[in-house]
């Protein structure tokens, strides 16, 4: 009789393999727009930023805060300890640093999450989030965070600090599709839909970045148009003030594969 193979450390690890797009309201006239976001396949982690944009009103440029944030996220995330037993990148604390050093005016909601040990550990402050879509279906859908419809929590000198950030985790296996996004995703494409186009387009070579740009243009043609069902309908009429079509903001679609390594 031959011994039976041991199964010891071939257990196989995933890593991300991430594309972005971006689709600014203003286009041309104001290219970075309020939303900022990064990718670090470095430390497998990715994450999206929207600058609330109330504060154009008092001459502020409402983007400027979530690009410092970003900035200093990444800053940190790069330069930051790990923890010696796993490790584990520390989400909350990385962000808590990034807006100690955040310090133009302003304010910004944040999805931010990491892949570690097959799980992925998020953070996410007001209505930015992330789904993920297993076998063509979806498994999981972030909460969002509001004090009223259409008024997220956010961070910022004037508003909130990290501390109010929600923090889940979620098992990832190969094959699962991530998708991360700000409001302009998540208010003018229901998740339902989102699943469609994934399934569509997230086959057998696909690349991220070419979902990540199809998802953000069926948002922004969503965004403009004046009498599709939108989610941002939806809500505004279950919150008493009744509207049709779609929510003119940026758009930032972040796609994230699963794959054995």
Same mark, same amino acid.
């Given at each position: 009789?031959?011994?039976?193979a041991?199964?010891?450390g071939?257990?196989?690890?995933?890593?991300?393999i991430?594309?972005?797009?971006?689709?600014?309201?203003?286009?041309?006239?104001?290219?970075?727009?309020?939303?900022?976001?990064?990718?670090?396949?470095?430390?497998?982690?990715?994450?999206?930023?929207?600058?609330?944009?109330?504060?154009?009103?008092?001459?502020?440029?409402?983007?400027?805060?979530?690009?410092?944030l970003?900035?200093?996220?990444v800053?940190?995330?790069?330069?930051?300890?790990t923890?010696?037993?796993?490790?584990?990148?520390?989400?909350?604390?990385?962000?808590?640093?990034?807006?100690?050093?955040?310090?133009?005016?302003?304010?910004s909601?944040i999805? &931010?999450?990491? *892949? #570690? $040990?097959?799980?992925?550990?998020?953070?996410?402050v007001? @209505?930015?989030?992330?789904? %993920?879509?297993?076998?063509g279906?979806?498994?999981?859908?972030?909460s969002?965070?509001?004090y009223?419809?259409?008024?997220?929590?956010?961070?910022?000198?004037?508003?909130?600090?990290?501390?109010?950030?929600?923090v889940?985790?979620?098992?990832v296996?190969?094959?699962?599709?991530?998708?991360?996004?700000?409001?302009?995703?998540?208010?003018?494409?229901?998740?339902?839909?989102?699943?469609?186009?994934?399934?569509?387009?997230?086959?057998?070579?696909?690349?991220?970045?070419?979902?990540?740009?199809?998802?953000?243009?069926?948002?922004?043609?969503?965004?403009?148009?004046?009498?599709?069902s939108?989610?941002?309908? &939806?809500?505004? *009429? #279950? $919150?008493?003030?009744?509207?049709?079509g779609g929510k003119? @903001?940026?758009?930032?679609? %972040?796609?994230?594969?699963?794959?054995?390594?």
């Amino acid at each position: 009789m031959e011994p039976s193979a041991s199964t010891s450390g071939s257990e196989t690890s995933l890593s991300m393999i991430s594309g972005a797009f971006y689709i600014a309201k203003e286009g041309g006239k104001n290219p970075q727009g309020d939303d900022a976001h990064f990718i670090s396949k470095e430390k497998q982690t990715i994450g999206v930023a929207d600058g609330v944009g109330g504060w154009s009103s008092k001459g502020v440029d409402a983007g400027e805060y979530a690009r410092k944030l970003v900035s200093n996220f990444v800053n940190e995330l790069e330069n930051s300890p790990t923890v010696k037993k796993n490790h584990k990148i520390d989400l909350k604390r990385t962000l808590m640093k990034a807006y100690s050093n955040t310090n133009v005016e302003g304010s910004s909601t944040i999805c &931010v999450l990491t *892949l #570690e $040990n097959k799980t992925i550990h998020a953070v996410n402050v007001g @209505d930015s989030g992330f789904m %993920v879509i297993r076998d063509g279906a979806q498994v999981y859908k972030s909460s969002i965070q509001t004090y009223r419809f259409n008024f997220p929590y956010q961070l910022g000198k004037t508003s909130s600090d990290p501390s109010v950030a929600k923090v889940c985790t979620v098992p990832v296996q190969a094959g699962d599709i991530v998708i991360v996004g700000t409001d302009g995703l998540f208010d003018n494409l229901f998740t339902s839909d989102i699943t469609n186009l994934v399934n569509i387009l997230g086959g057998a070579g696909a690349e991220p970045e070419h979902v990540a740009r199809t998802i953000a243009e069926y948002a922004y043609y969503n965004s403009i148009d004046k009498i599709m069902s939108t989610p941002f309908a &939806v809500a505004s *009429l #279950e $919150n008493g003030r009744p509207c049709s079509g779609g929510k003119r @903001d940026d758009i930032t679609v %972040v796609v994230s594969f699963i794959v054995s390594n």
